[in-house]
């Protein structure tokens, strides 16, 4: 399999474009023809899309354009969307904790996952996965799997005996566990046990973003990937909400990945709540100050 761009000698007018673009200068001149170094090319196409002649290709078994099912588009980049509309749409986005009972299409969700692809990362490893929860059903059982994990470590925690035993073989992350969470989470379990879903917040889908840990920055590119499905799913009338308590949990157990198929070396990237919005945003969200210097 051919991991170098295919440059098509005839087609190609030598402008240079693809070289002065090329992050790892990957394409060079010999005897007044293109070639690519071996080994170099890390496939992020920016060649491919500065050739107006069309000379430079990918074997498609390993770069495929990115396409959608329920979206149509125009195959043109375009950046004509106004400072205004841009900055109304991102900031009109807001997580979403309370959802309508309208059922989601594959089709949808998968569109959200090729989105998600679009997003930059490190060394353009795109090392992620997806795990696509599709159903109220199957989003309520991973949340009872979810409470009852806690319900077991609730019970650990809960005795200062095992709380404090516990410092031998998990260090001291229990009794700050304890101290940070343990209330809320009683609270949150006390709401479940009545059949609420405070974690998932009732939707009718998961996306789940993990990956291996090899590449250069996997557990950034996860957030960014998981961003871009948020920014999708709002532009679609959707709502999405990250759920960090989810993500941490199934980190942490193996019963819980293995029943979601997880291979066991993948860390947890980021959990995504998805579905149609119940509540309506009237107002932007306000923000706190923050510091900000210029050096
Ligand atoms: C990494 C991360 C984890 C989060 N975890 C949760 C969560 O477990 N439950 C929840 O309801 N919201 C969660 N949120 C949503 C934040 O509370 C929310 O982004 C923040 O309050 C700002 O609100 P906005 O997104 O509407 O602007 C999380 C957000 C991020 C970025």
Known sequence: ????????????????????????????????????????????????????????????????????RTIRFDDIPRRNVTPA?????????????????????????????????TAPSGS??????????????????????????FERLNVIVRNPVTRYLSILFAGKKLLKYYKNHYN?????????AKGRDLLFHGAPAVILVH???????????????????????????LGTCFIGYAKETIKRSK?????LGIPAHHRILAVLTVGFPAVEFGRFALRKEYPVRFF
């Open 211 to 237: 990956g291996g840990t090899s590449g250069s920055t996997p557990f950034e590119d996860g957030q960014y990937a998981a961003y871009n499905i948020a920014l999708l799913a709002h532009a679609l009338g």
């Open 255 to 259: 019963g819980i990945r293995a029943y």
């Open 1 to 68: 399999m051919a991991e170098a761009p295919k440059i098509d000698n005839n087609l190609c007018t030598m402008c240079g474009l693809c070289i002065e673009i090329c992050p790892r200068d990957a394409i060079t001149v010999v005897d007044g023809e293109l070639t690519t170094l071996e080994g170099e090319c890390i496939l992020c196409s920016h060649c491919y899309a500065v050739c107006d002649a069309g000379a430079i290709s990918f074997d498609p078994d390993v770069l495929r354009a990115v396409k959608f």
């Open 184 to 192: 809320s989470v009683e609270m949150g379990l006390n709401e479940a």
């Open 85 to 117: 509309d841009f900055v109304n749409f991102s900031m009109s986005r807001r997580s979403v904790r309370k959802y309508r009972e309208i059922p989601l299409s594959d089709n949808v969700l998968a569109d959200l996952v090729d989105f998600a692809v």
């Open 124 to 149: 353009n490893c795109q090392n992620w996965c997806f795990t696509v929860i599709n159903g109220r059903d199957k989003v309520f059982e991973l949340a009872n799997k979810i409470r009852r994990f």
